[in-house]
C-alpha cells in the first residue's frame, strides 16, 4: 500500500487504496487527503472483484459489456462486482494470495497506481 | 450433479454446480476444489434465474441486452438474475421441476457442464 | 456432510447441512428431502457466522441476548449473523478452517446433527 | 491508528481497527493478523455508528436495549448500527470530527484499544 501511495502522491491523485486477502476479506483500506467519497467502495470493491474472479477489474470489464461473454456480471454480488481497471489479482506461486484495488482518479491513473502496489508485492 | 461434476473434471475445469427445485430454492451445491469464488453465487444464481425465468441463462441473456426486449432484467431480483450461460432449467413432462446452474470455467465449459447434468437428469 | 446426513436421518429430521470453507464461502450444502424452505439460508449463514465468529452459534447465542455483551450481533452482517444452536466451528490444528451449520429441526436437533458432521471431521 | 495497535499488541488481541470521518465515510481501515473475519465489518460500522449517533456505541448500546428509549436502533441503516462497546466518536473543539472503531476481542478489550486511538488523537 505504501508503494501505491507514492505512486499516487508522483502523480498528484489523492486515491483509495484496498488490499483483500485470499478470501476476498478487507486486510487494509487508506483514504487519501482529498479523495472523493464515492471512490472508498470502488476500490474496496475493486479488490474484492480482483480477487473473486481471479483477473483485474479491467480483463472483466472486456468481458462484461453488452454482448460480451459475461455481460451482466456487474449486477451480480449484491452489485459489489467492478469491471473498469484499479483492481489487480496478487498471485503468489500461481495461487491467488489476495488482491488490491485502487480508485480516486481516472482509470488510467487508478490502474497505475494499482500496478504500482502491485510491483512493490 | 455427480454427471456435471465428471464432465467438470473431463475438461478439468473445477466449478460450482448448485441444483434448486420448482420453487427455486436450493436444493444442493458444490464447489469444486480450485473454482474461484465469484463462481459460487453464480452457480446458485444461475440455477435461481432458470428455473424463475423458465428458460436458459444464455436465453435470457439474448433478451437481456441493450435495445433487446428483456434489457434491464438483469436488475432485478436483488441482482440475483443471471443472462450468461450456465444455467438450465429441468423440465420434466412439459413442467419445470427444478433448474442446475454452473460457473467455474468458460460460458461455454459452464453450458457444457450444465448439459452434461441435464442430460443425467 | 455425510455423517451429518446420516443423524438427521437416524433422529428422522430432514435437515440443510451447510460447509463453509476458512474464509467462510460456501463449500458445499445439501437440503434433505422434506425440509422447510427457510431452513436453507440458516444452514448456510449458521456455517459463515461460526467461521466468523470462530465459535458455535449456540455460544455467539448467549453474548448476543438483550443486555449481554454483544446485543445486536444479530443485526450485523446485513443479517446473516445467525445466534441461535446449529452452527460450529470446523478447528484444525488452533485454526479455523472452516464451518458446518445444520437448520430443519428443533434446535437441539441441529445441533445434534452438526456434531455428528463436526465429529466425521 | 498507530497507537490502537499498539495497545492491542500490549494485550495480545489482533483487532480491526477503523476510522471515519466528520463525513462516518471511511478514513483507513487495518486488519491485524489472526483477527476474526466478523471483526471487520463491526469495526467499520462501530466507527461509523459513533460518528452518526455522536457518542461511543456502548451509550447507544445502553439506549438500544429492549424498553429503552432507542430500542431498535441496530435494526436501522441496513444493520450498521452496532450497539455494543468499541466505538468512540473523535471529538475536537465541540465538534465530532469523525470516529475510531475496533473489533476482535471482548467489549472490554476493544473498548481499551478504542481508548488508545481516541487518546492518541
Same mark, same amino acid.
Given at each position: 500500500?505504501?508503494?501505491?501511495?507514492?505512486r499516487?502522491?508522483?502523480?498528484?491523485?489523492?486515491?483509495?487504496?484496498?488490499?483483500?486477502?485470499?478470501?476476498?476479506?478487507?486486510?487494509?483500506?487508506?483514504?487519501?487527503?482529498?479523495?472523493?467519497?464515492?471512490?472508498?467502495?470502488?476500490?474496496?470493491?475493486?479488490?474484492?472483484?480482483?480477487?473473486?474472479?481471479? %483477473?483485474?477489474?479491467? !480483463?472483466? +470489464?472486456?468481458? $462484461?459489456?453488452?454482448?460480451?461473454p459475461l455481460?451482466? /456480471? *456487474?449486477n451480480?454480488?449484491?452489485?459489489?462486482?467492478?469491471?473498469?481497471?484499479?483492481?489487480?489479482?496478487?498471485?503468489?506461486?500461481? %495461487?491467488?494470495?489476495? !488482491?488490491? +484495488?485502487?480508485? $480516486?482518479?481516472?482509470?488510467?491513473?487508478?490502474?497505475s /497506481? *494499482?500496478?504500482?502496489?502491485?510491483?512493490?508485492?
Amino acid at each position: 500500500m505504501a508503494a501505491g501511495e507514492s505512486r499516487a502522491e508522483e502523480i498528484g491523485v489523492p486515491c483509495n487504496i484496498a488490499v483483500v486477502d485470499a478470501g476476498a476479506h478487507l486486510v487494509a483500506h487508506i483514504r487519501m487527503d482529498g479523495s472523493q467519497l464515492g471512490s472508498i467502495t470502488h476500490a474496496i470493491d475493486k479488490a474484492f472483484t480482483s480477487c473473486a474472479y481471479r %483477473r483485474s477489474t479491467e !480483463a472483466l +470489464g472486456r468481458d $462484461g459489456q453488452p454482448a460480451a461473454p459475461l455481460y451482466g /456480471v *456487474a449486477n451480480s454480488h449484491q452489485g459489489r462486482v467492478v469491471i473498469f481497471a484499479g483492481g489487480i489479482p496478487l498471485v503468489h506461486a500461481s %495461487r491467488v494470495a489476495g !488482491a488490491v +484495488g485502487v480508485s $480516486g482518479g481516472t482509470i488510467g491513473e487508478d490502474r497505475s /497506481v *494499482a500496478e504500482a502496489a502491485f510491483a512493490a508485492f
